[in-house]
């Protein structure tokens, strides 16, 4: 008899079916009734046991045995899904004879995170986590939808690399056949040289930080969703392709994760057609005359301006997401574009989520003698990007492209208190497990 | 004026548009004439130029020279999609004035494989270069979408590993915050564990061998297409989804890549509905028989066998894969199911395309006793691997899964005969640039 899920029941209302799972929860009833709740890939099922030999086969199992179950489709207006099994027999795939570190039964996981981290590999069984890491997964495949559709080719470039070169701090060191190499912090170099062969390419790929910071905000490792564009008019092109991303991605999710959305009680942020958007000097002016906090002058903004200006993207255009543009130029790296009318800032933005950064862009240089002033600027020499400087000697057209966080995004979305939740097996300094 | 692809010309007939790519080739004739072949993301047009202004807007560039044109669609059969560009004007976007280190508008790029490697920011922008790159990315997605549609969830495991836990050897050891960490030689373990939360799981990913062998078929860094699933009957049931995601993966190439795989002349692999198979002691027998060489006994396959193999698969059932089943336990690591009926072989597999090894699969143990008694018969201690086997302690199905080099599938597919031709930057024992 071939498997049906757990979702599938009401295709088989009378029929007898062979399903298959973990046990997610047994009740011993007084009256020796025994109900067991089975999860499988698509949901979870109920399933009442009578029959005092299938009661007996179950002796001694506890939660997340895996089971094979025969039985009967029911109507029970009072169980999920409207349907139920009855008169089931079972077959034990895999006894569970210890207890959990932790209930993962339960519509809260109360164990601690560290705790909960410790033992993610069955803690992420519970379904308010696997929610999570679905709605991620949906995340990337919204991701590649948009651009795909858009012309975009997926590239994959190196992880390990040569040269700490990016920026040359927070970079992990690798014992490289005895040579010292590193791990990529971004594929920023790669994909710029990759717009000179396919124009548009994206990768969605692992990042290494080694930044020493231990906070809520903070993993060493995390997924990237990196795009990169040429032939624009300036960083607004890229903004307007970013725009359409996160609409798709939002969408993708909508579409294929109502049930996940519905369990985190997420609601979708809202993201009209065109996002607002704020010049950097005038986020600060605004700041100033609403706000009272004269940051006018700073190179950056604190987090509690980005909620601000979150705040007032909410309030004045109904959307959770802003953009911040025009970055002065001492806060971004040298690959990036001038404002043309005024160099002391840059064609670049952020993308605030909800007031916090999610995603970071813009335009960058694309001709060689405008790369060498900027590294002579900044006292850096071109040995250490030779390779990437090429790339600008052979014809380069005007670029840009943005970075989006996956983790951060989801954080963001379901509203979670620490990013840690977001990655499956998060790497921090002090996690190294699982 | 919007941008127009020079595929979309015939769109256009007649009308004047505006085109932006880079200078694939300029022949200057001596009747003083132009001709320009634009290369963008869609292909290659031809601009034939005559006024002596817009001659002169040319002078001195080179070949990559990134521009913009105006100009008229003309009919000219001779003209490669049959359309051309006359009476244009030119934007120069980047000059290049430097020869480029090797041509790159030639059908075959003569340049040595290093020599190409060095400069291959540039060098992948040649349209053979772009093509083997382009059938990637479509291989990468035909795997997603056929394991999308059997209910895989995607997953991103860390890449940076506390314990070198699967094998000990060849993994590369990074310097995290003053410990010792590792690069994931595979997904394996998080794979497995990811099968107790979401039943079916694939991940696309880079890998880290630090095997010091320097031959045209390694890298130390590529692409693993990882899948994993529980609730199999046995390694044949792996089998079954691995054919549907070959075919799947092929489908999507010739659906989305004729341009590509013409300009490579790949001719699609025969891949019938069953592959083939033949039992590993049976495929020894076979070669004894008639290639007349007495492999029996022996724990593993020489390449020539592999070969051999392959060359039955083609003449007998016409098709260029072949399964290899129920290799020796003694070759296959510690979490390999063996044969129940004859514990000496496995319950794995290896997939051959066109006689060598592409997949190698199989179904895992999936209870906590049978690990601890292979560890122990392999002398190895629960305590490197505690984390992993916690997961079996807390119920996991039958299961099992497969894992197929992404640039090897290439270099097979396209006949490529170094498997670094099948990486953007590939990364061996003495290359990490650029």
């Known amino acids: 008899m071939d498997r049906v899920l757990s979702s599938e029941l009401a295709l088989h209302a009378g029929e007898r079916v062979r399903l298959a799972g973990w046990m997610h929860r047994i009740r011993r009833l007084g009256s020796g009734m025994v109900f067991v709740h089975l999860r499988d890939r698509s949901g979870i099922c109920q399933i009442v046991v009578e029959a005092p030999e299938a009661i007996a086969s179950l ?31 079972f077959i034990v795939l895999s006894a569970v004879t210890d207890a959990l570190p932790f209930p993962i039964n339960k519509p809260v996981i109360n164990a601690h995170l560290d705790t909960f981290l410790d033992h993610a590999m069955v803690g992420l069984r519970a379904p308010s986590k696997q929610a999570i890491f679905r709605l991620s997964a949906a995340a990337a495949h919204g991701f590649r939808e948009a651009l795909d559709a858009q012309g975009f080719t997926e590239v994959t470039t190196p992880k390990i690399i040569g040269t700490a070169s990016e920026s040359g701090a927070n970079v992990f060191a690798i014992d490289y056949f005895g040579r010292q190499a590193y791990l990529a912090q971004s594929p920023q170099f790669y994909k710029q040289i990759m717009v000179g062969v396919f124009e548009r390419v994206y990768e969605i790929g692992p990042v290494f930080r080694a930044e020493p910071h231990q906070t809520v905000r903070h993993l060493n490792e995390y997924v990237s969703l990196d795009a990169e564009m040429g032939f624009i008019k300036d960083h607004t092109t890229v903004m307007a392709v970013l725009m359409d991303v996160i609409r798709g991605m939002l969408s993708y999710m909508a579409g294929h ?24 000097p005038d986020a600060q002016q605004w700041i100033y005359e609403h706000k009272g906090e004269d940051c006018r002058g700073e190179p950056d903004l604190a987090p509690q301006h980005e909620k601000w200006i979150g705040e007032w993207a909410k309030e004045v255009h109904d959307s959770d997401f802003v953009f911040v543009t025009g970055y002065p130029m001492v806060k971004r790296p040298f690959y990036t574009a001038p404002n043309p009318k005024d160099p002391r800032y840059s064609n670049s933005f952020d993308l605030l989520f909800r007031g916090t950064e999610l995603v970071t862009g813009g335009q960058r240089l694309n001709r060689f003698d405008d790369y060498a002033r900027a590294l002579e600027a900044r006292g850096m020499t071109q040995d250490a990007v030779a390779g990437y400087l090429e790339t600008f000697r052979f014809g380069m057209p005007p670029h840009g492209g943005f970075a989006i966080g996956l983790e951060r995004f989801v954080m963001q979305l379901v509203g979670l208190t620490n990013l840690r939740e977001a990655a499956l097996f998060p790497r921090d300094m002090e996690r190294l497990q699982p």
């Open 257 to 280: 994760c109502s049930r996940e959305l519905e369990l985190l009680h997420v609601g979708m942020p809202l993201a009209p057609e065109v996002f607002p958007h704020v010049y950097f």
């Open 59 to 89: 002796d001694g199992l506890l939660a997340e045995s895996v089971i094979e179950v025969e039985g009967m489709v029911a109507v029970e207006p009072q169980a999920a899904g409207g349907f139920e099994i009855h008169n089931p027999t």
